[in-house]
């Protein structure tokens, strides 16, 4: 069973985000009857871009690992000021095996959201994302990612740092193998604002990284469309709108028009 009523009846009365939260987990859980045992479940974001193939790194992980976390890895004091109160793993990219250990880390990450994902820091509970913490206290076999480009978002690298390599686009040295498009705003088919938060990206990475994004998003649509698909995209608030306004005027815009 998905779900019990009462723990659907625990769960709905939650924010959109907060309900979003406590599905995550309940999901990845049940897709442990559908794969073959050893096989790994890999969950990502929505607003993941994929730059290369996780599979072959997947394959190399140790046969001890049962659990595949991502450290934040925050870039500096502004983000690490965040961490202490959303997480140290970012729930972004989370992954359990199936084997006994697996099973058990994800049923107990399961347990703990339907309990409560609250959008409110206390204690050890943010989201479903805080919770993660714990799992290498309770479990064996929890494998923590090392590798940057898993999971490169805004917080982790700098806005230079993207280049091509022979061929394949690399941050900070490493192969970028998934980018998480954290405050990117969707606008229309062909207007985005590449990171609403209070960095600029500047090239090579607007158009390596967040312009091939939003050019995959624009093809999207338009197949969409051809398709019969209303389409609803963000609302410019007035306030984002002052915001952005000033900061195109002051050189650090984030616009994208396709």
């Known amino acids: 069973e998905l779900i019990t009523d009462k723990e659907l009846k625990r769960i709905t009365n939650r924010s959109n985000s907060e309900f979003h939260w406590a599905l995550k987990p309940i999901i990845v859980a049940s897709l442990m009857g559908q794969v073959s045992t050893n096989d790994w479940i890999i969950y990502l974001d929505s607003d993941m871009f994929s730059f290369a193939a996780l599979g072959p790194l997947l394959l190399s992980l140790d046969s001890a690992a049962h659990v595949f976390l991502c450290p934040h890895f925050p870039k500096d004091s502004y983000f690490s000021s965040f961490i202490l109160r959303v997480g140290f793993y970012n729930a972004g990219v989370v992954g359990f095996r199936k084997s006994d250990l697996g099973k058990e880390a994800v049923q107990w990450w399961r347990d703990r959201c339907v309990e409560s994902t609250s959008a409110n820091p206390q204690g050890n ?130 616009l994208l028009r396709l």
Request: charged content about 25%.
């Open 125 to 254: 509970i943010y989201a479903d994302q805080k919770y993660l913490e714990e799992l290498g206290a309770r479990f064996s076999g929890v494998f923590e990612n090392t590798c940057l480009g898993i999971n490169a978002a805004p917080w982790n690298i700098d806005a230079n740092s993207v280049e091509v390599i022979d061929g394949e686009l690399v941050c900070h040295g490493k192969r970028l193998y998934l980018y998480h498009m954290q405050g990117f705003k969707i606008y229309s088919r062909r207007t985005f604002w590449a990171y609403s938060g209070p960095l600029k990206y500047e090239e090579p990475m607007k158009s390596l990284v967040y312009k091939s994004y939003a050019e995959s998003l624009s093809r999207t649509y338009s197949l969409m469309l051809q398709h019969g698909v209303r389409l609803r995209f963000d609302r410019l608030s007035k306030n984002d709108f002052l915001r952005y306004f000033f900061r195109w005027l002051s050189g650090k815009s984030n």
